[in-house]
């Protein structure tokens, strides 16, 4: 959960030669400083964003063509944080279209390949195409 929160609340910032493991450990350091954080909210946003995962992407985070492969973390990340950040903005989103993990025509592929860079540029570009998709904003997608 810590890499989703860490991303979920501070993706903007994530900050590429500082690298993946320090964003983590000052996201960590700066939540257990936080007199204010609510770990029960936390855990309902975070539950809030599986049960929406489980309606409307038939397969989860299940990918490739029997469902068998383990789903990186960048397509997790992108996709949990995406569902999220939807949710933050539409509590009551709907959502009927491609399932984004395993449909080749959707551009979440491209911004997710086994190559895919975890530049600044990249994670948001990723994180906020999958927000875009699910808010209909299809013509702000990057």
């Known amino acids: 959960m810590l890499r989703f929160f860490a991303f979920l609340d501070n993706y903007q ?9 320090n964003f983590l450990d000052e996201y960590l350091k700066n939540a257990n400083d936080d007199q204010n ?7 309902d946003e975070f539950d809030t964003m599986i049960e929406f995962v489980e309606e409307y992407f038939p ?8 469902l068998d492969k383990t789903t990186t973390r ?10 999220a950040l ?11 279209g491609d399932d984004l ?8 592929q491209n911004y997710t ?3 895919a860079s975890s530049s600044n540029k990249k994670v948001v570009r990723r994180i906020e195409y999958v927000r875009d998709r699910l808010l209909g904003n299809n013509d702000q997608i990057i």
């Open 13 to 21: 910032n994530f900050n590429t030669q500082s690298g993946v493991i």
């Open 37 to 43: 954080i609510s770990l029960e909210k936390m855990q």
């Open 59 to 66: 397969n989860g985070f299940r990918s490739g063509k029997k």
């Open 74 to 83: 960048i397509k997790f990340e992108s996709l949990a944080v995406g569902v």
């Open 86 to 96: 939807a949710l933050r903005k539409k509590n009551n989103l709907y959502y009927q």
């Open 101 to 108: 993990l395993n449909c080749s025509q959707s551009n979440f």
């Open 113 to 115: 390949k086994g190559d």
